[in-house]
């Protein structure tokens, strides 16, 4: 089985060189968008033959269509790609793995076929995706008038959109950015995202489409039924609209388990990544990997000890 991670980044060259360095075994190639708007000299030393920089950069604005793009952009470079990889998983460059590559490899192959997507039917309160994420109409930064325009007239409530009207039967759906996608659903939204430009339309006027728009082609598609929570770990429990950066009360909680693994309002399941991080804190990244070291040779140890028979009850 292969893997194609995506790297959606804009900063932290040093980061990301060691998610490469730290991820990268024989089935794994890494495919970076980076925004027209950093300096690719920065990121000079983050090179192999498993490493691949997309061939188009686009300018890409936060919370707007354009991260969307970006994001299609890495799906499509990979999926045309001679290797035919199984898996995509989209990582930010702001996360970090909680666990070594060939764990997260064998993590995959054992659960293949699974769509990693927090993903919730909307509105749904509890998981922060109220109607009005998708029903404010919000212009780009790339046209000033309007944008301030209908800012004024959201306050007074006058710049809102019927969804039914526009979505040709699609419910929407919502979620976090950042997922691992198997190579059949991906092709899927690709395919839907050329052959059905009206959901691009719409997108382009709401608040963090990244949030909603692969989220709704696949909850509106037969992959629903494979989807699970992400396999990302982020800390929104300080409020704001960006996660917490990790720090050592994160580090304990990730070293307390074998396995991370938490229950929310996405369901249950095991964590392999955690967002976030930056070039300025590097030294949690030490610590990370330590930990993953000390995982991995405890599992090779459990590993190599011989089955025994336990009695019932015993």
């Given amino acids: 089985m292969k893997i194609a991670y995506l790297i959606f980044a804009y900063k932290n060259p040093k980061l990301i060189k060691k998610i490469i360095e730290r991820l990268s075994c024989e089935n794994a190639t890494f495919f970076i968008h980076l925004?027209?708007?950093?300096?690719?000299?920065l990121f000079a030393d983050i090179r192999g033959e498993n490493v691949v920089f997309t061939d188009e950069r686009l300018t890409v604005y936060w919370a707007e269509f354009t991260g969307v793009r970006a994001i299609l952009t890495l799906i499509r470079q990979a999926l045309a790609a001679d290797e035919r990889y199984d898996y995509f998983v989209?990582?930010?460059g702001s996360e970090y793995p909680l666990r070594s590559g060939e764990y997260i490899h064998s993590f995959l192959e054992t659960h293949r076929g699974t769509e990693y997507i927090n993903m919730v039917k909307m509105p749904n309160v509890v998981a922060g995706k109220p109607m009005s994420r998708i029903t404010l109409i919000r212009y780009p930064v790339i046209n000033p008038v309007r944008r301030f325009l209908f800012r004024c007239l959201a306050k007074v409530g006058l710049a809102h959109r019927d969804y039914r009207k526009y979505l040709r039967g699609l419910e929407p759906y919502g979620g976090n950015t950042w997922w691992a996608l198997t190579r059949e659903a991906?092709?899927?939204?690709?395919?839907?995202?050329?052959n059905n430009r009206f959901f691009a339309e719409y997108c382009?006027?709401?608040?963090?489409?990244?949030?909603?728009?692969i989220h709704t082609i696949l909850g509106n598609s037969p992959f629903l039924s494979r989807q699970r929570r992400s396999l990302l770990y982020e800390d929104w429990t300080r409020g704001g609209s960006h996660p917490a950066m990790l720090n050592q009360n994160h580090l304990d909680f990730f070293a307390s388990q074998q396995e991370v693994r938490v229950t929310d309002v996405h369901g249950p399941g095991e964590l392999l990544f955690a967002r976030k991080c930056s070039d300025d804190n590097l030294e949690i990244v030490r610590k990370i990997d330590a930990m993953i070291d000390r995982k991995d040779k405890k599992h090779a140890t459990i590993a190599s000890l011989p089955s025994q028979s336990v009695a019932p009850g015993a």
């Avoid at 991906?186 to 050329?194: G, L, V």
């Avoid at 382009?204 to 728009?213: K, T």
């Fill in 35 to 41: 925004d027209s708007k950093s300096d690719i000299n």
């Fill in 90 to 92: 989209l990582l930010s």
């Fill in 186 to 194: 991906c092709q899927y939204i690709s395919d839907y995202d050329r």
């Fill in 204 to 213: 382009e006027h709401v608040y963090s489409p990244e949030e909603y728009y």
